[in-house]
């Protein structure tokens, strides 16, 4: 089988190793991938969101199954571009990515199908959005609508902050047309859980819960990051707790989703919070979490092209999804700044062991050497028997992955060590 996958960071890269576990897989191709994938897959330089050159390849190159990981090709369509010339895919298709691709239509719907979540106001008028803040419980969440690369969600500490992240969505587009409607939401506190999930549209079959430390520091201090490394399972949900959300949050999304005509198929991802009256959705995500992918899927024991195929084809109920019950843990290695302004360029070097167990992000081959291209570089996963030793072991991988510039949080794992004890 001849697969493709879309897209060219941490993400494709687990997922990319992996499928390679799959023997009937013959070829993998990243579009548009990156230098450090490149002994897993064949790159091809096209853009994640250039559909019309990936439908031309797909076409051209006899694809067999598509995985199409990030967000933005999802909500422009490239599942249905892909399906339009009988190309099965991984994904859900723009109707259904809406879930991901509009807060304020995300937030509707479990309104409308009394999902658990955070109160809010949308507007698309400044001046309206405005007033609400003058006058609104703080601290608050001030959200772009749109995609904004992970950026665009603020929780606002005093009046001020909300008054500046409002004026900075919808007067000075920071975040382009995805900020010219806002979602205003009430701020909640509590332990934050992701939790990933296969579905075919019926069936939901989460995957392993995890932890994410989106913090750039020490402490969760520091900028708002896409992930400063990742924990699975997070300790924080129960059994009782997960009995509650697929009772209450997952069955009933799947559900709502069907009733509005928006059937979704692929990796539904529920950013939970969990406070004393039971959880609440923070966000969805219409594919896989990044860097959460690199703990959740070190540890599936089934064949990942199998459960996908299952997701496309309806049969998601007769197909086994098992999970291992060990403990992963990924520390991510960034350039220094990241993620404001930092330098790239820098060769990047890793011992044979490390490279086993590291997916890479930001990186670009330059005359035959691995050097820095982004902010988020490596993330480096160790599976265990338990969180402690998983953590111990993940640093000590981590410090095989050597660059000039290179930082990382010394506290990856902390949180959920202490709700153990």
Same mark, same amino acid.
């Given at each position: 089988m001849k697969i493709m996958v879309v897209g060219g960071g941490g993400?494709?890269?687990?997922?990319?190793?992996?499928?390679?576990?799959?023997?009937?897989?013959?070829?993998? @191709?990243?579009?548009?991938?990156?230098? #450090?994938? =490149?002994?897993? =897959?064949?790159c091809v330089n096209i853009a994640a969101t250039d559909l019309d050159g990936i439908v031309a390849f797909a076409k051209e190159n006899a694809i067999d199954y598509a995985v199409v990981a990030p967000d933005d090709p999802l909500v422009l369509g490239c599942v249905d571009r892909l399906n339009e010339i009988g190309i099965p895919c991984f994904g859900p298709n723009a109707k259904a990515a809406i879930i991901e691709g509009s807060k304020a239509f995300s937030k509707d719907l479990m309104k409308k199908y009394n999902i658990p979540t955070a109160t809010y106001e949308?507007?698309?008028?400044?001046?309206?959005?405005?007033?609400?803040?003058?006058?609104?419980?703080?601290?608050?969440?001030v959200k772009a609508d749109g995609l904004a690369l992970g950026k665009g969600v603020i929780i606002a500490q005093n009046r001020q902050e909300a008054i500046d992240a409002v004026t900075d969505m919808?007067?000075?587009?920071? @975040?382009?047309?995805?900020?010219?409607?806002?979602?205003?939401?009430?701020?909640?506190?509590?332990?934050?859980?992701?939790?990933?999930?296969?579905?075919?549209?019926?069936?939901v079959?989460?995957?392993?819960?995890?932890?994410?430390?989106?913090?750039?520091?020490?402490?969760?201090?520091?900028?708002?990051?896409?992930?400063?490394?990742?924990? =699975?399972?997070?300790?924080?949900?129960?059994?009782?707790?997960?009995k509650t959300c697929m009772k209450t949050i997952f069955l009933p999304t799947i559900a709502a989703m069907n009733a509005e005509g928006r059937t979704f198929r692929g990796?539904?991802?529920?950013?939970?919070?969990?406070?004393?009256?039971?959880?609440?959705?923070?966000?969805?995500?219409?594919? @896989?979490?990044?860097?959460?992918?690199q703990v959740v899927l070190p540890l599936l024991e089934s064949d990942l092209l199998t459960v996908m195929q299952a997701t496309t084809n309806g049969t998601l109920a007769d197909t086994e999804v098992k999970f291992s019950d060990k403990c992963a843990c990924?520390?991510?290695? *960034?350039? *220094?700044?990241?993620? *404001?302004?930092?330098?790239?360029?820098?060769?990047i070097t890793m011992t044979e062991e490390a490279e086993k167990h590291t997916y890479v992000a930001g990186a670009k081959l330059e005359n035959g050497k691995l050097v820095t291209s982004g902010g988020r570089v490596t993330g480096t996963t160790a599976v265990a028997d338990t969180l402690q030793q998983a953590v111990s072991e993940a640093y000590r991988l981590a410090d095989g992955v050597c660059f000039q510039n290179a930082?990382?949080?010394?506290?990856? #794992?902390?949180?959920g060590l202490a709700a153990y004890k």
């Open positions: 993400r494709e890269h687990t997922i990319i190793k992996k499928l390679k576990e799959n023997q009937t897989i013959t070829e993998i @191709f990243a579009l548009p991938g990156n230098g #450090g994938m =490149a002994k897993d =897959a064949t949308t507007f698309t008028d400044i001046e309206k959005a405005l007033a609400y803040v003058e006058s609104c419980a703080i601290p608050v969440v919808m007067a000075n587009a920071k @975040f382009g047309k995805s900020g010219s409607t806002v979602v205003i939401e009430e701020f909640l506190t509590g332990p934050e859980v992701s939790v990933l999930a296969f579905t075919d549209g019926n069936v079959k989460p995957m392993v819960s995890s932890m994410d430390h989106k913090r750039a520091g020490d402490n969760d201090t520091g900028l708002n990051t896409g992930g400063m490394g990742t924990i =699975a399972p997070n300790p924080y949900y129960t059994e009782d707790i997960a990796c539904l991802y529920f950013g939970l919070m969990l406070i004393p009256n039971g959880p609440k959705v923070i966000e969805y995500n219409c594919r @896989f979490g990044d860097p959460e992918t990924c520390v991510v290695t *960034a350039s *220094a700044g990241y993620p *404001a302004s930092y330098e790239k360029g820098f060769e930082y990382r949080r010394s506290d990856i #794992g902390q949180r």
